[in-house]
């Protein structure tokens, strides 16, 4: 059975950099935003759950998500997001369950935003935790999703404060302006091994 580091921080932080050196040094990576994405797709039992709690605003004709609009709603109020997790989260821990069971490889990291508060996290042997500064997190979501500062400040606003994945956390990762080494993933990876 895979040992199972979980993988999390704020948006803009710098997860998917660190993800992608897990993967090059042999580990199977399971992409929660991926995953939310697939899970949400037309014709899925979570997309019907979504459409019943937000009305059919949030959806095109083609009954595709809207995802700038639902984001909209649940970025700029708390409980509209507590409830979107509550919808999405059961749907999306079958999957990563289903796709731990399967992997052949000695690691998995379970790469996810709300690792702590969905529950992957007591599924996971540690926890990494990858920070950075509030404005560089700006900076990459604008770049990254083509938002504007106040959208991209609401997204980092919508989440919890550094303390609490620092309090969360088994490793830290500071992925500020010297960026992650991937001697730092390996020295992990040789952890969770041991």
Same mark, same amino acid.
């Given at each position: 059975?895979?040992?199972?580091?979980?993988?999390?921080?704020? #948006?803009?932080?710098?997860?998917?950099?660190?993800? /992608?050196?897990?993967?090059?040094?042999?580990?199977?990576?399971?992409?929660?935003?991926?995953?939310? @994405?697939?899970?949400?797709?037309?014709?899925?039992?979570?997309?019907?759950?979504? =459409?019943?709690?937000?009305?059919?605003?949030?959806?095109?004709?083609?009954?595709?998500? /809207? =995802?700038?609009?639902?984001?909209?709603?649940?970025?700029?109020?708390?409980?509209?997001?507590?409830?979107?997790? =509550?919808?999405?989260?059961?749907?999306?821990?079958?999957?990563?369950?289903? @796709?731990?069971?399967?992997?052949?490889?000695?690691?998995?990291?379970?790469?996810?935003?709300?690792?702590?508060?969905?529950?992957?996290?007591? /599924?996971?042997?540690?926890?990494?935790?990858?920070?950075?500064?509030?404005?560089?997190?700006? #900076? @990459?979501?604008?770049? @990254?999703?083509?938002?504007?500062?106040?959208?991209?400040?609401?997204?980092?606003?919508?989440?919890?404060?550094?303390?609490?994945?620092?309090?969360? #956390?088994?490793?830290?990762?500071?992925?500020?302006?010297?960026?992650? /080494?991937?001697?730092?993933?390996?020295?992990?990876?040789?952890?969770?091994?041991?």
């Amino acid at each position: 059975m895979a040992k199972v580091i979980g993988l999390t921080g704020g #948006s803009g932080a710098g997860k998917s950099t660190v993800a /992608r050196l897990f993967a090059q040094q042999g580990a199977e990576v399971l992409d929660a935003d991926q995953i939310a @994405r697939d899970v949400m797709q037309p014709g899925m039992p979570a997309l019907s759950e979504v =459409r019943a709690s937000f009305g059919a605003d949030v959806f095109r004709p083609d009954g595709s998500l /809207r =995802r700038q609009a639902l984001a909209d709603i649940v970025f700029s109020d708390p409980a509209q997001l507590a409830l979107l997790n =509550r919808i999405t989260h059961k749907y999306i821990l079958r999957v990563v369950e289903e @796709r731990l069971a399967a992997t052949a490889a000695d690691v998995a990291v379970i790469d996810a935003a709300v690792l702590i508060e969905s529950g992957l996290a007591a /599924r996971c042997d540690c926890v990494v935790n990858v920070l950075a500064g509030r404005e560089e997190r700006i #900076s @990459r979501i604008m770049a @990254r999703d083509g938002l504007t500062y106040a959208q991209a400040a609401a997204r980092i606003d919508a989440q919890p404060p550094d303390a609490f994945y620092r309090a969360h #956390s088994d490793f830290l990762l500071d992925n500020g302006a010297e960026g992650i /080494r991937a001697s730092q993933v390996t020295a992990i990876l040789d952890k969770v091994k041991e």
